[in-house]
């Protein structure tokens, strides 16, 4: 059973007005990567709560949550207005099954989120396991405006590192940029321009993981689908794993 415990905030990372970063000082927080906790706030009508994936590496000094303020939220505003020495409650032990371990094998993995549901991956991506397990790993991060855009100096750390096996490919939707497509993510799939932009292709070697806005999910999933790809499920193995959440 979950149970609440209190942690300080450590920073509140502001990337712009409305995305933030929210890293609370808990070392040795046990998870895996791409599960998620519910933070909590204590509030005049009661504890306020809401499902966060979180951002770090298993075993860092300090989690981080990646947010969006939402305008009529009761949640996000509160935390995206949290200061270092604050206190939130989060749950404990982490919990979902958008991970690694659910995934089947395969040659090349395809890491696909909208907005802040580029977060799991980068908790995923900061550990061993994708990069002893695959091939080729894509990066794809579609966002509206290029300030969405978050975490580049990590990203391109593991470009670096991991220069043939590693592909980030950001989508920007309003703004034009040369390192950028600029298109919604299936029409980009149905065209092959994501495709051929990755130099990876879908077929029955890939595995694809799919995290963010459901409408997102439900297009995408439908082109991969198209493509001869299934839904991957605990009973009948597949190609296509999702996690579904507004951001």
């Known amino acids: 059973m979950a149970q609440w415990i209190t942690a300080k905030v450590d920073e509140n990372y502001a990337w712009?007005?409305?995305?933030?970063?929210l890293r609370l000082a808990l070392?040795?927080?046990?998870?895996?990567?791409?599960?998620?906790?519910?933070?909590?706030?204590?509030?005049?009508?009661?504890?306020?709560?809401?499902?966060?994936?979180?951002?770090?590496?298993?075993?860092?000094?300090?989690?981080?949550?990646l947010l969006t303020p939402v305008a009529d939220g009761k949640v996000s505003p509160r935390l995206h207005a949290l200061k270092p020495g604050d206190e939130v409650q989060l749950t404990q032990p982490a919990t979902g099954f958008f991970t690694l371990q659910e995934v089947p094998a395969g040659k090349t993995l395809w890491?696909?989120?909208?907005?802040?549901?580029i977060g799991p991956y980068l908790s995923m991506l900061a550990t061993a396991e994708p990069w002893q397990r695959f091939e080729r790993i894509v990066l794809v991060h579609g966002v509206r405006q290029l300030q969405d855009l978050v975490y580049r100096e990590q990203i391109q750390s593991w470009q670096q590192r991991y220069p043939s096996q590693f592909h980030y490919q950001?989508?920007?939707?309003r703004e034009s940029h040369p390192d950028a497509l600029q298109a919604r993510l299936p029409g980009l799939?149905?065209?092959?321009?994501?495709?051929?932009?990755?130099?990876?292709?879908?077929d029955l070697s890939t595995q694809v993981m799919l995290c963010g806005?459901?409408?997102?999910?439900?297009?995408?999933?439908?082109?991969l689908e198209s493509l001869g790809l299934r839904k991957n499920l605990r009973r009948t193995p597949g190609h296509i794993t999702v996690e579904q959440y507004w951001n």
């Open 213 to 223: 806005n459901p409408a997102m999910i439900k297009e995408v999933s439908a082109e």
């Open 27 to 65: 070392p040795g927080f046990d998870f895996v990567a791409g599960q998620f906790v519910r933070l909590g706030l204590e509030t005049s009508e009661g504890r306020v709560q809401r499902a966060y994936s979180l951002v770090n590496a298993p075993g860092a000094e300090r989690l981080d949550f």
């Open 16 to 21: 712009h007005s409305g995305l933030c970063s």
């Open 170 to 173: 950001p989508v920007v939707t």
């Open 189 to 202: 799939i149905r065209t092959g321009r994501l495709q051929q932009a990755a130099s990876a292709n879908f």
């Open 111 to 117: 890491l696909m989120a909208t907005g802040t549901g």
